[in-house]
Structures are given as structure tokens and as C-alpha cells.
């Protein structure tokens, strides 16, 4: 599993979904249609710390791919976002906006994201 982009969804009695890709929680929770309890994330700066998703922010670049093509990286705050985005280029979201994203065009158009 890739440390830098693993997730995972908790139901309200405990049980635990884990995911190779931020994407791939999101595809399943969408397809579910189920309420989780918690939505975590593992995050760029420290692969191993899982954070709840709603207080990531998260980059979708071409230049920093993720282990299931959606390009989409974690970030523990605004500025790690920003400084990476700074870097690599691509579009920043918030748990909403990504959420709002996916709805849209799904992650497999994610490809073509600039």
C-alpha cells in the first residue's frame, strides 16, 4: 500500500475500509452511498499520519502521481497545498470542493486535469 496516498473509511460501528488511492475511497463511498462515521487520509508531508479528509487540502497535479492515476495528493494544510502546487502546478481543492469535483466529472477524467 502507498503510504502517501492510502485512506480510509470507518463506519458508524467501527468497521474499517482501507484504500490504496484517495480516489478509490471516494469511488467506493460514492457508490455506497453510505454515511461514514470518518473519511481519514494519509498526507504528503507524513505518509504514515492519517488525518481526517474534511481537514486535508488536496492538489490534483500531473507532476505528482498517485497510485491509481487521479494524480490527487493529500495535504495536512492551505500552505503545504500551496507550496506544493507552487512547485508541481494543478488545481487545489477542500474535502467539499473535491467531493463537488468528483460528482461532476468523476476521477477517471482526472487525466485530463491541468
Same mark, same amino acid.
Given at each position: ?22 480516489? =478509490? ?30 481537514? =486535508? ?39 467539499? $470542493? ?5 460528482? $461532476? ?10
Amino acid at each position: 500500500m502507498d503510504q502517501q496516498h492510502a485512506a480510509e473509511l470507518v463506519t458508524k460501528k467501527g468497521k474499517v475500509f482501507m484504500f490504496d488511492a484517495i480516489e =478509490c475511497m471516494l469511488n467506493y463511498e460514492k457508490e455506497e452511498g453510505a454515511d461514514f462515521a470518518l473519511r481519514m487520509v494519509n498526507v504528503y508531508e507524513t505518509p504514515k499520519e492519517l488525518i481526517k479528509a474534511e481537514d =486535508c487540502h488536496f492538489l490534483i497535479s500531473k507532476s505528482l502521481p498517485s497510485p491509481m492515476g487521479a494524480f490527487l495528493t493529500a495535504f495536512k494544510n492551505e500552505d503545504a497545498a500551496n507550496k506544493m502546487q507552487s512547485e508541481k502546478g494543478g488545481k487545489l481543492f477542500t474535502w467539499t $470542493t473535491l467531493q463537488e469535483h468528483h460528482s $461532476t466529472i468523476g476521477f477517471n477524467d482526472f487525466q485530463n486535469e491541468k
